[in-house]
């Protein structure tokens, strides 16, 4: 193996790296919020530290790839779409943190009644299930798995859609609830923003294995 | 039609070179093995593939300086400007006038800088002393040293640094006003500054000529050419737009190429 073609694995085992533990972040997030565990919740927010490091290590290894092998064809796509993958992920895992800081800043649960009415659990594992479609496309370069992503993301969009109405009828039934439906509502947003950027990661896989831009294309 | 037939005036234009069905042997050695190619005008063609593909080969054809080589025979047609340069009753001092060469080492004459570029002039048995300094002034200051050399004219042009030769060797091939230039690794034996000139020089002189390079520097061809030529094995595996072979080629040979990972 090559210098560049060593370097380029180091930066591939990275992004694996921060695929897993974002993925980690999100499902601890959603352990800690539905059983409002404060310690598990204090723990993805301890974590986010490393999050950002490993964000960090990739940004400076991509420069640094591109800097000393000016990379081209296959290559120069691998390292533009590592970047805005990695990119997205941070961001999921910003989001980990933003419900795992509910779990420790406001005492309260949230009813379990709610939580059923939204199909919250539903949405989660939805998006469990992208996450794992992304991480098997990242790891064996395959297109399809990755594709699988973009009809998933349109349940956690009905999800995120119904939410509204749903939760506007909990509260009208029961206005002692209002902040804990407040939180969950804004917790769905946040999952269907997580949603998109697993879209966008997809995407960026199938620009770097097909040459294929997918973006914006895709009806509505 | 598509958004890049809009905007590339030169896909209007018929081509400046024709190349039909191309073969050639030295001898029983087959170099190139049956290779078709149209070059627009005022573009940069660059030629790339590893050493003994035949990309050397295929460029000296166009001034037709394998003929001297034993054994050299040709098959299959080669049209500039609409005529078949391989046709029996060609003038090949005419034909290289209208094409230049370039080296890949600097080949100044062991003259002066201004007989230098005045020599290919000279020999066309032109005597008109002013019209000869005009030209040879046009030519330098094209090449962009005439800055650097202009009261310095009777200097010998072995004096001179190696980029400054090789620019040298630029305006000698510019004076005689050709429409195409042959370039054959032309800053391999340049430092970075040098060779950083000769491409800016190569980006202004398109306006005016066809150039077509023959370089090892995979990002020299990225960052000058607007077609590359990929050859393998006496084979031209790919031809395309530079942007097009750069970021995702149609072979995966070439990408195997380009990306460092044979050759």
């Known amino acids: 193996m090559d210098n560049a073609s060593y370097q380029r694995e180091i930066i591939n085992h990275a992004g694996l790296d921060m695929l897993n533990l974002s993925l980690s972040q999100l499902e601890k997030a959603k352990e800690a919020f539905l059983t409002h565990d404060s310690d598990l919740a204090e723990e993805v927010i301890n974590t986010e530290n490393r999050v950002n490091a490993l964000d960090i290590k990739i940004e400076k290894d991509c420069e640094k790839f591109i800097a000393l092998y000016n990379p081209v064809a296959i290559d120069l796509r691998f390292i533009m779409a590592i970047r805005k993958i990695n990119f997205d992920l941070e961001r999921i895992a910003d989001h980990a943190y933003g419900i795992s800081r509910y779990v420790v800043d406001v005492d309260k649960s949230i009813p379990k009644h709610l939580i059923k009415a939204v199909e919250f659990e539903k949405m989660y594992e939805t998006i469990s299930s992208m996450f794992d479609n992304i991480i098997e496309a990242f790891e064996n370069k395959n297109v399809k798995t990755a594709r699988k992503v973009f009809k998933k993301d349109k349940i956690v969009d009905v999800i995120n859609v119904n939410s509204f109405n749903i939760i506007e009828e909990e509260i009208k039934k029961d206005n002692t609830i209002i902040a804990e439906a407040l939180i969950l509502f804004s917790v769905v947003k946040k999952l269907e923003r997580v949603g998109d950027l697993i879209k966008n990661v997809a995407e960026e896989i199938i620009f770097y294995i097909d040459a294929e831009v997918v973006k914006h294309k895709r009806k509505k | ?263």
């Open chain 2, 1 to 263: 039609m598509t958004l890049d037939k809009i905007i590339d005036p030169a896909l209007k234009k018929v081509p400046k070179i024709e190349v039909k069905d191309v073969k050639v042997w030295y001898s029983d050695f087959n170099a190139i093995k049956g290779i078709s190619m149209d070059i627009k005008p005022n573009t940069v063609t660059a030629f790339i593939g590893p050493s003994g593909c035949g990309k050397s080969t295929f460029l000296r054809l166009f001034n037709r300086m394998n003929d001297y080589i034993d054994g050299f025979k040709l098959d299959g047609k080669i049209k500039i400007n609409g005529d078949n340069i391989y046709k029996k009753k060609i003038n090949i001092e005419e034909l290289r006038k209208e094409i230049g060469m370039v080296f890949q080492k600097p080949n100044p004459f062991p003259k002066s800088i201004f007989d230098n570029v005045a020599y290919g002039l000279k020999i066309q048995g032109i005597n008109d002393k002013k019209f000869i300094a005009e030209r040879v002034e046009k030519a330098l200051k094209q090449a962009d040293l005439w800055n650097e050399v202009k009261d310095d004219l009777k200097k010998s042009a072995l004096s001179l640094s190696g980029g400054q030769q090789q620019r040298l060797c630029i305006a000698r091939t510019l004076a005689v006003e050709p429409s195409i230039i042959l370039m054959d690794e032309p800053t391999s034996a340049l430092d970075p500054i040098s060779t950083a000139k000769i491409e800016e020089l190569i980006f202004e002189l398109k306006e005016k000529y066809t150039i077509i390079i023959v370089t090892h520097n995979m990002q020299q061809a990225s960052r000058i050419s607007d077609y590359t030529a990929f050859f393998y094995l006496g084979e031209l595996i790919e031809f395309d737009k530079t942007k097009k072979i750069f970021t995702n080629p149609e072979k995966q040979q070439t990408e195997n190429y380009i990306t460092g990972r044979f050759g």
